[in-house]
């Protein structure tokens, strides 16, 4: 049986980079692993990948060499590039003959064609939508769907990288985080999880895996203060939980981010799910797990905390997209 070639696209960002790790020892496998910046290639190479890419999902010109002889193609992308990953999914959709299987990172939450969305019932508060960021995973999928590819959506819950990094400076000079979670217990995702699950799902392929939706989760749902404890622990100093009120945290990042925060408040993210034991046969990365021991791609989630990150206080990072796509 000839190898296929897969297509990691957000190669750099940190799913993408467990997964080519992970799946640089399938020899099943061909990996070519997408950058943006050229800087970031030798890393992909470093880390397993067999070939590497420029790719850009707001310039079209990158698509078709990127994804010349790939059979397979792991799909992700930051909210904000919403309407270059719907634009790419019409070209995939041109190579369905091509192109064999998608894994689509996505959200818990993104279920319109798993289940039934009514605002009265299922919003965070009285007269409130359905969170848009909800929403804009859910058209990702769609986009995908519609163009009659075999699709697997990996549906995660919150990312535990994203939970804690626009704090990064009060945790190491003041010992301290806000947010306004308090005692709701999350059942937060290490990535590292979701590209094994991924992994799985590319190795068994489209037979087993196509037109199927992965809730993602963690072992345990965690409130801020146990959060708090594990980041202590793991970082061998105190550390502190200051609750802060959700329109305090709606003028720090927007409207958009604020309506998802407030979903989570209200415990939609609260179960854990057995599909991620149901794909590897094991439990999901514990918060403390996650910090304290590295992933396929050599680093620990501790470390990983440190480096960047798209929500910076006092910046909308939604504003164009929301505006632009609701």
Not at 90 to 101: D, P, V, Y
Not at 155 to 182: E, Q, V, Y
Not at 281 to 298: F, I, M, N, R, V
Request: hydrophobic share 40%.
């Amino acid at each position: 049986m000839s190898k296929q070639t897969l297509l990691v696209t957000s190669a750099t960002g940190r799913i993408g980079r467990e997964l080519v790790a992970l799946m640089s020892k399938n020899d099943a496998f061909t990996v070519l692993a997408c950058y943006f910046s050229e800087d970031k290639a030798s890393m992909l190479k470093d880390l397993g990948a067999d070939e590497v890419v420029k790719f850009d999902l707001s310039d079209a010109s990158t698509w078709g060499p990127a994804l010349e002889d790939v059979d397979v193609v792991y799909s992700a992308s930051l909210d904000p590039m919403l309407e270059g990953h719907l634009n790419f999914s019409k070209e995939l959709g041109n190579r369905k003959g091509q192109i064999k299987h998608v894994v689509r990172v996505s959200c818990m939450g993104a279920d319109t064609n798993t289940a039934s969305y009514i605002a009265d019932q299922h919003a965070s508060r009285p007269g409130a939508s359905i969170p848009l960021m909800l929403q804009h995973y859910w058209w990702g999928e769609k986009a995908l769907i519609d163009e009659g590819l075999n699709v697997t959506a990996l549906r995660n819950n919150f990312f535990m990288n994203h939970l804690l990094k626009t704090d990064c400076d009060n945790i190491a000079n003041g010992g301290w985080f806000s947010n306004p979670l308090g005692d709701t217990r999350n059942s937060f995702v290490a990535t590292r999880d979701i590209a094994e699950a991924a992994a799985v799902v590319f190795s068994d392929g489209p037979t087993r895996h196509a037109n199927k939706f992965y809730d993602l989760t963690g072992p345990a749902p965690r409130s801020m203060a146990e959060i708090a404890a594990d980041l202590g622990k793991a970082m061998g100093k105190k550390i502190e939980y200051r609750p802060q009120s959700m329109t305090d945290f709606e003028n720090d990042f927007g409207a958009t981010r604020a309506e998802f925060f407030e979903y989570l408040v209200n415990g939609f993210y609260c179960r854990c799910s057995p599909d991620f034991y149901n794909l590897t046969g094991h439990k999901p990365t514990s918060y403390y797990d996650y910090l304290t021991t590295q992933g396929a791609s050599g680093e620990t989630g501790l470390e990983e905390l440190w480096q960047g990150n798209l929500w910076k206080k006092g910046v909308d990072a939604m504003k164009e997209a929301a505006e632009k796509l609701k």
